[in-house]
């Protein structure tokens, strides 16, 4: 795939960067129905910008958008806070006590037959003494431990846009993947909903974790100066 020039490059990152922020507001002001189908519509408009921005597989000729504006972008430093599952304790009575973590804030309103959820926002401020790390280790590196399974946000962005409907439909979700949604269960209104709640809380996340690298290291590029 040939690649962009860099002016290009820079302006395809403004529109992206545009539509992972619209995608972000969209997720976080709107009132999303307990609907598998519209939590990961709403989830798959954010997971598409980051794949753009971050999926790069050079041996494949495929180059993502912020290699082409800066190749050194891996390095940049991203606040990331992974979600670990405290160890396993044994009880007095001799049984195991494994707490399952369910990454996922939530406001649920229920009236009547109706429900519907929205999503507590990544607060930027709030976060700012948070740890950092290159950008490389918070794409790779776990950002959920369970206990029994480990995802990182490569692994969940992925098989999102690849498995899920944005770039291609297929069978083959990765094992973590799928271990992933089967792992604990939400219900709105007593009606169980789609565990890509949970995941897409992390996406949320992940997304604005992205947003806000991308403003803090190519600010000037931009024009957010």
Not at 12 to 36: M, Q, S, T
Not at 117 to 144: C, G
Not at 209 to 222: C, T
Request: one cysteine or more; aromatic letters at 6%.
């Amino acid at each position: 795939m040939k690649h962009l020039d860099r002016k290009d490059a820079i302006e395809k990152l403004i529109v992206i960067r545009h539509r992972l922020d619209a995608a972000l507001d969209r997720f976080y002001k709107n009132e999303l129905p307990g609907d598998p189908v519209a939590l990961e519509a709403a989830v798959l408009d954010i997971s598409t910008p980051i794949r753009v921005m971050v999926h790069h597989v050079p041996e494949k000729k495929s180059a993502c958008l912020l290699y082409q504006v800066d190749p050194e972008y891996w390095k940049k430093l991203i606040h990331f806070q992974p979600l670990i599952n405290p160890p396993s304790k044994t009880l007095p009575s001799g049984l195991t006590s494994v707490s399952r973590s369910i990454p996922v804030n939530v406001h649920f309103k229920i009236d009547g037959a109706a429900s519907s959820m929205s999503f507590t926002r990544y607060d930027r401020q709030a976060h700012s003494e948070e740890p950092r790390t290159a950008l490389k280790n918070w794409w790779i590196d776990t950002v959920w431990d369970s206990g029994s399974n480990k995802v990182s946000n490569k692994d969940i962005v992925l098989a999102m846009v690849n498995k899920e409907g944005g770039a291609h439909v297929d069978g083959d979700a990765s094992a973590k993947y799928r271990a992933a949604k089967a792992q604990g269960h939400l219900s709105v209104g007593g009606k169980q909903i789609s565990d890509i709640a949970r995941l897409g809380s992390l996406i949320g996340i992940a997304g604005d974790e992205l947003l806000e690298y991308v403003d803090q290291n190519f600010a000037d590029l931009l024009g957010r100066n």
